[in-house]
T-cell receptor, first 113, second 114 residues
């Protein structure tokens, strides 16, 4: 079975500061991992995905994530936060044989001027 | 391409009423799915389909029906709405049911059941 744990339901950073959103997963098979972003009153948009090609994955808007098998983690980072990064971020693992996504509970990112 | 579209954007129902949430995609994707989003719960899978004529249950299927008569459309039916079904509903699609495929999400339908 697969599961995802996102540590911290709310994270607040200052503009220009490092963004670190934590995600730990559990998977009985080699995982495929995704980070999605949801801006207020919108659907989800893919930021990046890990499909075993490279452990450091670069995504859109300057975000990246590093897959660490030994720590079962896939944390999302961005060196310098912008006001436009304020949103809710979801980590997900692809479970089963049909590609169904199992989501974490989400982390809401606030960016202070 | 319009991508994944959902109608309506907002809906208010009374307990016991029925309705259908519409979802369509124009990307010729085989896989389609419905999720519900509740505060602090993330997104949970309701039903999914890996192709026309094939549907299956997800994590929270009770109270919902689906069918897939065409590749493009995947409607979600609430037969007798309950307040517990107040939620935001998202439809998503991907090229196939392979685990590495990205899912594309619609804008959502916000449903309130009184």
């Amino acid at each position: 079975a697969q599961s995802v744990t996102q540590l911290g339901s709310h994270v607040s950073v200052s503009e220009g500061a490092l963004v670190l959103l934590r995600c730990n997963y559990s998977s009985s098979v080699p995982p495929y991992l995704f980070w999605y972003v949801q801006y207020p009153n919108q659907g989800l948009q893919l930021l990046l995905k890990y499909t075993s090609a490279a452990t450091l994955v670069k995504g859109i808007n300057g975000f990246e994530a590093e897959f660490k098998k030994s720590e079962t983690s896939f944390h999302l980072t961005k060196p310098s936060a912008h006001m436009s990064d304020a949103a809710e971020y979801f980590c997900a693992v692809s479970g089963g044989s049909q590609g169904n996504l199992i989501f974490g509970k989400g982390t809401k990112l606030s960016v202070k001027p | 391409n319009a991508g994944v579209t959902q109608t309506p954007k907002f809906q208010v129902l009374k307990t016991g009423q029925s309705m259908t949430l519409q979802c369509a995609q124009d990307m010729n994707h085989e896989y389609m799915s419905w999720y519900r989003q509740d505060p602090g719960m993330g997104l949970r899978l309701i039903h999914y389909s890996v192709g026309a004529g094939i549907t299956d249950q997800g994590e929270v299927p009770n109270g919902y029906n689906v069918s897939r008569s065409t590749t493009e459309d995947f409607p979600l039916r609430l037969l007798s709405a309950a307040p517990s079904q107040t939620s935001v509903y998202f439809c998503a699609s991907s090229y196939s049911g392979q685990r590495y495929n990205e899912q594309f999400f619609g804008p959502g339908t916000r449903l309130t059941v009184l």
